[in-house]
């Protein structure tokens, strides 16, 4: 009982994971870029949430301006601060992505301050079902990243929009000949994964109610791991990856002996996963024509 | 007869189904200039690719000089004498031009010096820069960049890179020197001019060249002996007058 | 050419006299007594960052591979280092100059070790590239900081962190100029030796370095060895510095920080990097004086929008013409009176320095084919002569 528990916690963490995964592997296919801010656009969309519960009180139009402020935001970053290093050096881009991560933080500090604010979402209260105990925001957590991810795929696969976006990450040049506007699908593909961040958010929140300007930090890099190591450009190795992260972090936390080591058994994964195969577990290998 | 430099036997690859290059019996002499010649997506570049160990044969073997390298790494089969040029060139661009062949002399014993030497500049580290920079010199005064040498290679003409590869490449002090499309992107005169430097390195440094290239007149011009593959597999075999008029070969190219 | 040549000579040994004459200076105001503690430590603290910075940068800038997890390194060396110091310190209280004997078996040992993990970093380094090295020396970094984190309090101070014993402030910044200065031959020494141009080609074009026979894996390994050596030497003077070494110092933000030093002072510029560093460490300091409370986060506001600026001028392919027209040595120039050309030929020597890091993809495409004069064997044995 205590282990299907500790799965259905695994689950709803990594499928958060997966969600914040999907946003990096998503700019990293289309974009190539390692977007370091990525996870402060989720702290961004949780003081959002914050920012609505005090005035409207209603989660969910909580989670709707989230939602779109995150959008807005994710478009501007990718206008103003990544767009002018477009064909510039991978680590130039990368510095610029730590930059604007910084300035996240420290304008949520300037404004909210240093003290962590309490975000009650909202009290879901517990299922229970024979000796079960499973709270509800687990469930909706759940229910939620099926659905997103469900419609992320069928939305790649199906749309003009989601085949140009394959287009352009298999090859940036040949799909502006074919006429795909790169520019538009990049502001697509950002705004999408900033959406994806205030989701996260939302999630995370529901899980722990402290919010101060660090929370997507931690998040940020073991999602990013985690689409590492389902292998990075990959919509479902970012699924895959989320997933294990999280079954990893929430059975991990449940033995005495190595909960402290959790972070570091994470990162473990990601090492030996790669040491076997160096593109992740879904990721293509490319080989360099010779 | 001179001895045999290079020997492949019944050697080939394939990607998945795809055989890209099957039974490839080559027998290269000493000082020969021979020529690999095909349409494109024959599977010249790829039999480069294997005898330079690029990519592992999945079939048959290879010798340098009667010793086996099949399925040896890049670097062990450049210090067993095999160098190479690249199709689509691959100079160390942010280096000056002398600084890409002092990279090629690296390997070469007479210029040993540990990083230790290095580190503490024992004299030996100045004895060996400074012999390393008059053979780069020379080098480069075979494929005439000598005036170029402070220049960074990204700046030179197309022309230019390609005969620097060739230096580069010769840094290593091959026996033999594959050569992958020099020609191309050439003007007649550069052709005719980098024909002179084949030969003339083919001459002065005792090295068996293999080349694959495209213009005709560059490989019947220059060529002992040459073979024509098409989809991976030999057409014909022979010196260039010979195996040029197979009419396989003929076949192959124009189609029919 | 005779005089352009010492001119060479003398910028070829620049990095070295400023150094040292920071050194002489300040360490001779120290011995007087006339330097203030605050000096003392900022100047600590620039030696600290100016070593991490140039060893970061012979794997960032010369080898080419993304490091996310030299704070780790360091971390290593800070905690053994302060161990073995604090261990040694007591047994060693009655032998003269026991302090000193404990302060370099320290710095050997926590120096050696990092290494060690240097290389069983450096082994996955030969199988991944780019991002994915990147974020495995991250997870490097953190697992070794969550395991010294969560070690007993006896051990290595856990949570609470180890204290570490002190040395006279008087000196101690003077063995870390002395340091920089060890860790500046090295690694100047080995970029501009034939071993250096083996580690440029790599970064380069990889498959064109094996193709001309350099042993990747032999130099990628030594680039890791040596730079996390010199990551560890920093920590443990970090940890004299500091009294106490925790592990919360040493999180991914600061490899990030480290990582900034290096691309701001321009990759494959050691002296970018020193001046960089040091900048960067003064600003640091001197802002936390003056900007306290919640003002400090000011700082970091300010310090993100810089950075933002900094690279977007000096990276973006659309501001070129801006950049060429806009740029610090043209400025000088004004005042020298010439101008700035960045054509001119320079001799072999000179190129040492000179390492560019990316060639500009419209340079490449206007690249054209030029007819060269055609080669005649008499013309070319002239010339030999």
Sequence with gaps: MEFIETLLNGLSIGSTYAIIALGYTMVYGIAKMLNFAHGDVIMVGGYMIFLSLTSVGNPILGLLAAVLFCVLLGISIEKVAYKPLRGASPLAVLITAIGVSYLLQSTAQIIFGSAPKMVVVADFGNLTVGELTIPYYMLITLGCSVVIMLALSLFVKYTRTGRAMIAVSEDKGAAQLMGINVNAIITITFAIGSGLAAFAGFFMLMKSPSLSNTLGAMPGIKAFTAAVIGGIGSIPGAMVGGILMGVVEAISLTIPAIAPYTDAIEFLVLIVILLFRPSGILGKVRREKV | MSKIVLKTENLGISFGGLKAVQNLDLEIREGQLYGLVGPNGAGKTTVFNMITGVYKPTTGKFYLDSENLTGKNQEVINHKGIARTFQNIRLFNNMTVIRNVLVGLHNQPEFKCSMVASIF????????????????????????????????????????????????????????????????????NETADLMNIVRRIRDEYNVTILLIEHDMKFVSGLCDEITVLNFGTVLAQGSPEVALNDPEVIKAYIGG | MAKAFSEIKWKYYLNYVAVAIVTVVFGGLSIAGALPSSTIYLLEK??????????????????????????????????????????????????????????????????????????????????????????????????????????????????????????????????????????????????????????????????????????????????????????????????????????????????????????????????????????????????????????????????????????????????????????????????????????????????????????????????????????????????DK
């Excluded at chain 2, 000598?146 to 290593?172: H, V």
């Excluded at chain 2, 050569?179 to 007649?188: I, K, R, V």
């Excluded at chain 3, 320079?346 to 190129?351: G, I, L």
Aim: proline share 3%; with cysteine.
């Design chain 3, 46 to 383: 620039i030696a600290i960052s100016i070593t991490l910075a140039v060893s970061l940068s012979m794997v960032v800038g010369f080898l080419g591979e993304l490091s996310l997890g030299h704070a780790g390194f360091m971390c290593v060396g800070a905690y053994l280092g302060g161990k073995v110091s604090a261990v040694l310190e007591p047994m060693l209280a009655r032998t003269p100059a026991g302090k000193e004997i404990a302060l370099i078996v320290s710095l050997i040992v926590g120096g050696l070790v990092a290494a060690v993990f240097g290389i069983i970093i450096g082994l996955p380094a030969l199988r991944l590239k780019g991002d994915y090295l990147a974020i495995v020396t991250l997870a490097f970094g953190e697992i070794v900081r969550s395991i010294f984190m969560n070690t007993s309090a006896d051990s290595f101070g856990g949570a609470l962190g180890l204290e570490t014993p002190r040395f006279d402030k008087k000196y101690l910044f003077i063995i870390a100029f002395v340091l920089v200065f060890v860790c500046l031959a090295v690694t100047q020494n080995l970029i501009r030796s034939k071993h250096g141009r083996a580690i440029t080609a790599i970064r380069d074009n990889e498959i064109a370095a094996k193709a001309t026979g350099i042993n990747v894996t032999k130099y990628k390994l030594a680039v890791f060895t040596i730079s996390s050596l010199f990551a560890g030497i920093a920590g443990v003077l970090y940890s004299y510095s500091n009294y106490t070494v925790q592990s919360s110092k040493f999180s991914y933000n600061y490899s990030i920080e480290i990582l900034v030093m290096v691309v701001l002072g321009g990759m494959g510029s050691i002296n970018g990097s020193i001046i960089a560093a040091a900048l960067i460490t003064f600003l640091d300091i001197k802002l936390q004086t003056v900007l306290t409370g919640d003002l400090a986060v000011l700082q970091d506001l300010v310090y993100a929008a810089v950075l933002i600026v900094i690279v977007i001028y000096n990276n973006a392919p659309g501001l070129k013409t801006f950049r060429e027209k806009y740029n610090l040595k043209n400025f000088i120039a004004k005042f020298k009176k010439t101008k700035h050309d960045p054509a001119r030929v320079h001799d072999d020597e000179a190129k040492w320095d000179r390492v560019p890091t990316k060639i500009k993809m419209d340079e490449l495409l206007s690249m054209d084919i030029q007819p060269s004069s055609a080669y005649t064997p008499d013309k070319a044995s002239k010339e």
């Design chain 2, 121 to 188: 500049r024992l004299p030996k580290f100045f004895k060996t820069e400074k012999a390393m920079r008059e053979r780069a010199k020379e080098i480069l005064r075979i494929v005439g960049l000598e005036e170029e040498r402070n220049n960074l290679s990204c700046n030179l003409p197309y022309g230019k890179q390609r005969k620097l590869e060739i230096a580069r490449a010769l840094a290593t002090n091959p026996k033999l020197l594959c050569l992958d499309e020099p020609a191309a992107g050439m003007n007649p």
